[in-house]
């Protein structure tokens, strides 16, 4: 009866063993002598420590959905030597199903192009010093009866009566001089501003590379906020330019844009010249092939108003430095709105230890290996590029925690195939097993193309598939023709292994 005499309330209110031993049990209760102004403190805390703890749990989950998206998603890693053609395979790669996003950072890329820019013309100068040190090393010195040294009897060039734009054209008339003159001295001159911004371009932007020895391209390194950071001062440069035209002003003296405009007839002058261009043959020095060249584009780029089209930013030479995680979904094709991750590593030697941990986590890898029979690597001129890109593929089919990987081989560079075989050089010399074989792109490209088919025969842990393309990366059309095919590929064969088909 007792029972029933208590309110209601009372009667379904938990309960509570105030004398229990439970520790956590004494501690949640609010102390006997609890003010209104305590009480309302400590509910304000419990709320408050409640929303942080939904918090993390919406963060877990968010986790959670985030790594199952990731574990679903295509993971594809580019290798290959230094410059192979591994970022220009990726820039394709953007602009064939991403891209929005591939033009939404041109601004970031305008200024890599004008440092390829400078970075040619530096190279061309460093060249015509060489020449004029030779030339006055094996100038006749002709001597007076008396033994005093008199100057040669040989004319000196006309002083020029043209303007400074039209007074750089050197070469004149039906002869072609054999040597350079004065012209070219001057217009050197001219070009020297270029070098300090490119210097200070160079230490400005990318603070964090020290050059020990001097690397010859523009580097960056992964995970620096790069793009950004040139973006910014791409912007800062045109509001500048807005503000004044004049080379000369202080807040124009570092911009790349203006001074490239004011030196653009001496660089179009300079890199057509005949003098210049026999030099360059007699040296055997063919820029041109070089990565990220743009001398034959001058008067297009070294223009105040420059915007970078689409094969100007897949052509422009960017060389990382370290492993970096490119992340994007898919706008075209198929199967729109899936997430591919591509891993761009860095090809040089010493990178090469860092490949292993991206092994056990992707689907596919595209090797490329380009076919420069005739060239050597920078970082040992004893090893010849292409047998140093044999070798790598040798020891990528023979990695057992690759053995369930797609292996897709781009067989790379062939316009620079072409032009080599087309200058006349042979394979045989740089190749002795070639033998005898017609010195022709379609028996030179079968003889590597079966060279690397037999070690991925040979060596691959167990059977699969053998895809191999012909490319020239920088020719974005024909490439997106390419990649096409290796996505649904590398897509099919990502969808049987998790069973959906």
């Known amino acids: 009866m007792a029972l029933a005499a208590r309110p209601f309330n009372a009667n379904h209110a938990p309960f509570v063993d105030v004398s229990t031993d439970d520790p956590l049990a004494r501690a949640l209760q609010p102390p006997p002598d609890e003010s209104p102004d305590q009480r309302a403190l400590r509910e304000q805390m419990q709320r408050e420590a409640s929303r ?132 070219h001295r001057r217009i050197r001159v001219r070009l020297l501003p270029l070098l300090a911004i490119e210097n200070e371009l160079t230490h400005k932007l990318f603070p964090s590379l020290v050059y020990r020895p001097p690397i010859k391209e523009v580097c960056v390194r992964a995970g620096s906020g790069w793009k950004g950071l040139l973006s910014q001062f791409t912007g800062e440069s045109n509001a500048a330019a807005q503000k004044s035209k004049r080379v000369g002003s202080g807040d124009l003296v570092d911009n790349p844009t203006t001074v490239l405009a004011a030196c653009k007839d001496d660089i179009i002058a300079l890199w057509e010249d005949p003098v210049v261009r026999g030099i360059l043959r007699k040296r055997g020095v063919r820029l041109m092939d070089m990565p990220g060249f743009f001398l034959n584009d001058v008067s297009r780029i070294a223009t105040l108003h420059y915007e970078p089209t689409d094969d100007d930013i897949v052509r422009a030479r960017l060389r990382t430095l370290g492993v970096e995680e490119h992340r994007f979904t898919m706008e075209s094709g198929a199967y729109p709105g899936s997430e591919w991750y591509i891993y761009d590593v860095g090809g040089s030697r010493s990178m090469r230890p860092h490949w292993i941990p991206f092994f056990d986590d992707v689907q596919a890898i595209i090797f490329l290996a380009p076919l420069a029979f005739n060239l050597m690597l920078e970082e040992d001129p004893k090893v010849n590029r292409l047998e140093d890109s044999i070798s790598l593929w040798r020891d990528v089919c023979g990695n057992q925690l690759l053995a369930k990987t797609t292996l897709i081989l781009f067989l790379n560079k062939m316009d620079i195939l072409q032009a080599t075989l087309a200058s006349g050089i042979r394979v045989q010399k740089y190749v002795p097993s070639y033998g005898d074989q017609p010195n022709d792109v379609t028996h030179v490209v079968k003889y590597f193309r079966d060279k690397f088919r037999g070690y991925h025969k040979r060596l691959s842990p167990k059977s699969r598939p053998f895809y191999v393309h012909e490319t020239s990366v920088i020719d974005t059309h024909a490439t997106s023709i390419i990649l096409v095919g290796v996505r649904e590929g590398i897509l099919r064969a990502h969808l049987q292994s998790v069973n959906v088909i």
């Open 52 to 183: 942080i703890s939904m918090e993390i749990d919406e963060d877990i989950q968010e986790s959670r959905k985030a790594f199952e998206r990731r574990k679903r998603a295509i993971k594809i890693l580019l290798l290959g030597q230094a410059e192979s053609g591994k970022s220009t395979t990726l820039k394709n790669f953007q602009l064939a199903f991403s891209p929005q996003h591939f033009r939404s950072e041109k601004l970031a890329w305008r200024t890599i192009i004008q440092l390829n820019l400078i970075r040619s013309i530096k190279q061309l100068l460093e060249i015509l010093q060489l020449e004029w040190q030779e030339q006055d090393a094996t100038k006749p010195a002709a001597t007076t009866t008396n033994g005093a040294t008199k100057p040669s009897s040989r004319p000196s060039s006309p002083p020029s009566t043209l303007s400074p734009a039209t007074a750089v054209r050197f070469s004149t008339g039906t002869h072609t001089p054999t040597t350079l003159n004065d012209a």
